[in-house]
């Protein structure tokens, strides 16, 4: 089983920063793609970034939150990051870790518990 567990969620003023990070623990496994997704009340959880973990680490990243965002990650430590600037009210929102990882040669797909952002204007 693999665990991810989300850090960093906070309230924060419009134009503030603030920053994730979501570390993967377990055995056995290696992963493959980390990304972060969000839900806002009423909407549809919608991806916000995500990083492959081999090679150079290609990266997307939704158009809404491009320039203002960043997604890294530590691999030695199986953690992603997401560096926040420029926050809006809009990106208010439960902010999920999501990794993909290969267990046996086998892709399995597990998310963390959310934490909160809040953006107040």
């Known amino acids: 089983q693999v665990q991810l567990v989300e850090s960093g969620g906070g309230l924060v003023q419009a134009g503030g920063s603030l920053r994730l990070s979501c570390a993967a623990s377990?055995?056995?496994?290696?992963?493959?793609?980390m990304g972060w997704y969000r839900q806002a009340p009423g909407k549809q959880r919608e991806l916000v970034a995500r990083?492959?973990?081999?090679?150079?680490?290609?990266?997307n990243y939704a158009d809404s939150v491009k320039g203002r965002f960043t997604i890294s990650r530590d691999n030695a430590n199986n953690t992603v990051y997401l560096q926040m600037n420029s926050l809006k009210p809009e990106d208010t929102a439960v902010y999920y870790c999501n990794a993909i990882v290969l267990k046996d040669l086998r892709p399995y797909l597990y998310w963390g518990q959310g934490t909160q952002v809040t953006v107040s204007s």
């Open positions: 990083i492959s973990s081999s090679g150079s680490g290609s990266t």
């Open positions: 377990g055995s056995g496994f290696r992963i493959n793609v």
